[in-house]
């Protein structure tokens, strides 16, 4: 498989969506979600994608490894070249090689992620049997993915069911399950946003001890501006399925051009700052903005 | 539309909830027969006030017996042990039927706003449906004309009795939920964690709403949550829970200024700043 791949190193593009667009049949109706998204992921690189729900930003994720319905009920076009390779192009079987073993997923629910019949271990097990035949002794290898993600006695841990672990435990069992495989790179779809945030400040600790040790890319898809900061290089700021704003984090917390990402920010709730109200986002100032932005 | 509630008892104590050493605990059996073999002691010992009119906040992890406190305040947990007082009147003993009365009084809004509504119902059903129990001689026209105003007072189209739930957003979902725990006029709203499920966005617009009605309607809420962001933003005072028991009551600026209990410094830390 190797062979149609660029080879990697770090600052190399690893991914690149050229003009992505998705489109849903909803009754009749089409719903066009992601509008001509162009993004880049580089080798070793973390880009926060961030929107409201429906902004477009999950299914773009889902859409890299073809997990969205097929036609005629959802339709992608574009290109997504990972490592120079388009995965438009693969057919099922060929995007099963990089489902999991290249690009990996964790989700919002780890509760509804997991299989609630198998024991974690044994989910685990199985990606490691699909992925990465060479490995003699499976359970050894389970165990140091479990070890990896900070659980503590991963033998014993190894033969629960989910229902046995709290919510944080079932998201470190999904982040070894996911890296399992040493993906290059990680879809992190809203990781934290079922947790407390005691639990949240964890994983996301553990995202960036792992990302440096695995030297892995992270698309982090998140609502929250809040957890962006000290964690992504770049952020993407996506409004019904446009990008609308993207840089370096630091400067576009520092200094948002588009209103939306204004809007976003201003409306987190903040610590030792208690105004009367929150803001909330006026739909109709950005719109206003967008049209203007059209026009130019 | 007040005189079907019973007669207000509340009278020289300024408190409206009164929580005097609430015990919770819930049985855990073991063995072939199925003995209750231990306790797991979700609320330990609490004591707290709430006067009327502020928001009280109540902090801590999950686990911590923060639900278990709500939830044994509208009753849907049986208490240990404790007293609760609405007003000067305990209202932890009474029965499931003494307790009928105390509920239109009494309502809680729940945290996913997915799984809250039946949907079969309809939305106006729905709101309308704590009407047709606690106010059962109203007719239909009167019923209807109070869904209409509950859905203007949560800004929802007025239209939205007709729809089905999955036809709402999840911040337009938790407005239902606000709407039909307003239905029956209560004094004292339970909010467990009514905005954890939604984007931050969604968030500040329902924490909004929350205030204003407060204000409009004065109530008294007690407001649940695991972010301490949120928390601090709406509570006039907070309470901090961990393993059952209260480590820290303070005001919110206190709380957020000079934390005193090392637990209540961790859920700070925990919160990202940007």
New interface residues.
Partial sequence: MSTHLTPSSPGQTLLELRDLHIRFQSRGEEVHAVKGTRMTIAEGETVAVVG???SGKSVTGMALTQLLPGKPACEVTGEILYRGKDLMACSGREIRQYRGKEIAYIFQEPGSSLNPVFTVGHQIAEAIKLHRPEIKDVTAEVIRALDLVHIRDPEKRFRDYPHQL??GMQQRVMIAMALACHPKLLIADEPTT?L??????QIMNLLRELREKIGMSIMLIT?????V??FADRVVVMFRGEIVEEGPVEEV?ANPQHPYTR???G?????????E?????DYEEIEQALKKEERV | MMTEIPQATITATDSLIRVKDLKVHFPVYGGVLRRVVDFVRAVDGVSFSIPRGITMGLVGESGSGKTTIGRALVRLNQITDGEIFFGDKEVGQLTTRGFFPWRKRIQMVFQDPYNSLNPRMRVGRAIQEPLDIHFPRWDRRRKEGRVRELLDLVGLPRNSGERFPHEFSGGQRQRIGIARSLAVEPEFLVLDEPVSALDVSVQAAIVNLLQDLQKELNLTYLFIAHDLAVVEHISDEVLVMTGGKIVEQASAEAIYENPQHPYTKKLLEAVPAI
Avoid at chain 1, 196 to 201: C, L, M
Avoid at chain 1, 267 to 275: A, E, F, M, V, Y
Avoid at chain 1, 277 to 281: A, D, F, P, S
């Fill in positions: 409201e729900s429906g709290s919510g079922a407390d945030v005691t639990i949240q400040a609502h929250n501006f809040g957890i900061k000290g917390l809007a976003l920010i409306c987190i709730p903040r610590l030792g700052n208690r105004r109200r929150l803001t909330t986002i």
